[in-house]
């Protein structure tokens, strides 16, 4: 950048201006200075000595520059106009400009001397700066279920964004019998809240599980922002099967039955058979008895 300075000295009250070309971006995350710096040159083309006030419009922002200069005849100085912004401020193009003016030229004031001006602009960065906490502690599912998984996601960021969202080893919980129906945020204005949730599906065929599930959610506008949130996914897992008989298996257990029943019919048949008969062979002894009981009588 070159000063503005006549080749040869006016008469004249005079003075001009430059400042470095923008745009000049201004960081406003958490934690930035917030501060941005331009150089500006300020010169006297004339024959006087001269006292040149200087003026800031900075469209909003703070502003610091030297209120006044004196320079002497043909001279001219480098002067800082220091811009600040608030935190958090919207990304947007703001004007600002820079005047000069002389006050007074060899000790007279100078009431007829304009302002002279320049330009430039200052772009407030966008960033991207978000939290994440999860509704959902524990998911407890039972075999061929489903059910969500809730998260509060709040955009800190100073403008809209949306948020892609990562099972971490996702690839291993499928394995298990778990499978996912994931889809990106919408978009978050700055500062808005919102509840996001995704379905988890449990096969009818899953095992006993316990594990710590770990979600990755980046930012679309800035990938290299991301947060990370847990839940713990729980399953009892699938019961024991239980054996089915096929038409075989089925007529052979009655088949079984049959036979069983059978043997167990012939096997009361033959102790009751036994039992009369024992009861036979004792009615027979004590008849036989009797007549012994005769003989004894005929004795007499």
């Known amino acids: 950048m070159a000063p503005c300075v006549s080749s040869q000295a006016s008469p004249l009250p005079t003075v001009s201006i430059e400042c470095e070309d923008g745009p000049h971006e201004m ?26 006030s200087i003026s800031v419009s900075s469209d909003g922002l703070a502003n610091a520059a030297p209120s006044s200069v004196n320079l002497a005849p043909g001279t001219e100085e480098e002067i ?15 004007n600002v400009t820079v005047s000069a003016t002389v006050d007074t030229f060899s000790g007279a004031p100078c009431a007829t001397c304009e302002p002279q001006t320049v330009e430039f602009f200052v772009d407030i960065v966008q960033y991207a700066d978000f939290a994440v906490s999860a509704r959902t502690g524990v998911l407890q599912l039972d075999p061929d279920s489903s059910s969500d998984v809730s998260f509060d996601i709040h955009n800190e960021g100073n403008s809209d964004d949306s948020f892609s969202v990562v099972i971490e080893n996702r690839s291993g919980l499928e394995e298990l019998g778990f499978t996912f129906s994931v889809n990106d945020t919408g978009k978050l204005s700055s500062g808005e809240r919102l509840p996001y949730s995704f379905t ?22 800035d990938n290299s922002i991301i947060e990370m949130s847990e839940f713990v996914l729980r399953s009892d897992g ?41 009861r036979k062979v004792i009615a027979f002894s004590e008849e ?13």
């Open 200 to 221: 988890v599906y449990a096969s009818s065929e899953i095992s006993e599980t316990d594990i710590q599930v770990s979600v990755k959610f980046v930012s679309d506008f």
């Open 288 to 300: 036989f008895d009797g007549f012994d009981d005769f003989e004894d009588l005929d004795d007499f």
């Open 27 to 52: 960081e406003v995350y958490p934690g930035s200075s917030r501060v941005v710096q331009v150089n500006c040159i300020v010169s006297n083309d004339s024959i006087h000595t001269e006292k040149i």
């Open 80 to 94: 800082q106009v220091m811009l600040r912004g608030d935190e958090k401020m919207i990304p947007q193009s703001r």
């Open 238 to 278: 699938a019961p024991d099967p239980i054996i089915a008989l096929g038409s075989d298996d089925t007529a052979l257990l009655y088949g079984g039955i049959s036979v069983a029943g059978l043997m167990i019919v012939l096997l009361v048949s033959f102790i009751a058979m036994r039992s009369m008969r024992r």
